[in-house]
């Protein structure tokens, strides 16, 4: 069973799948094709990512162009993220908006999140550790970013931007004005 959620922007989901428990630990099926599927997420996946980050680390936006645009399903199995997803679709009614939640190891909560996005999020906590399911696989050559902070997008992320710690590639970003987005 996987409970959902549905955000402030269409086919962007959270969901919790079910975590059953006893005083040896837990188990949950963190990803079963047939419950995501009835639940709103038929995606075909390719590649698990797992990364770990410090807390006040702020990875994205980060997206890919067509061909290699990406969904992604996001889960937290230490730790806390602020995770944020951005339409960047340019003929979308919701381009530039953005929705965020809060995914945490506690919470045993995910994202979903449709290709025609840029995702990004922030380590609430030290050593937080994200995997993710992605249905096309990594192009350095469709790569791109957009910066996190750009005030025409407007997220609201729990951190100040001079305490954020970003990657070169992130300060360089541009604003979502001049960040190439078609075929996203």
Not at 23 to 47: H, I, K, L, P, T
Not at 93 to 109: I, K, P, R, V
Request: some cysteine; overall charge negative.
């Amino acid at each position: 069973m996987v409970e959902v959620r549905q955000t402030g922007l269409p086919g962007v989901l959270e969901l919790r799948p079910l975590r059953r428990g006893d005083d040896r630990g837990f188990f949950s099926e963190v990803w079963n094709e047939a419950e995501w599927v009835a639940a709103g997420v038929n995606q075909r996946f390719v590649q698990d990512n797992h990364s770990r980050s410090a807390k006040g680390v702020l990875r994205g936006l980060h997206y890919q162009l067509a061909p290699f645009a990406q969904a992604k399903l996001v889960r937290v199995s230490r730790g806390a993220i602020f995770d944020v997803a951005v339409d960047v679709r340019p003929d979308s009614e919701t381009f530039g908006q953005w929705c965020g939640a809060l995914l945490s190891a506690a919470d045993w909560n995910q994202l979903f999140i449709p290709s025609g996005f840029a995702h990004g999020f922030l380590a609430l906590e030290d050593s937080s550790e994200v995997q993710y399911k992605v249905d096309v696989p990594y192009s350095a050559e469709h790569d791109r970013a957009i910066d996190p902070f750009d005030p025409a997008i407007g997220v609201e992320w729990p951190i100040e931007r001079e305490k954020a710690i970003l990657s070169a590639k992130d300060l360089a970003a541009p604003l979502l004005r001049d960040a190439q987005v078609a075929g996203a």
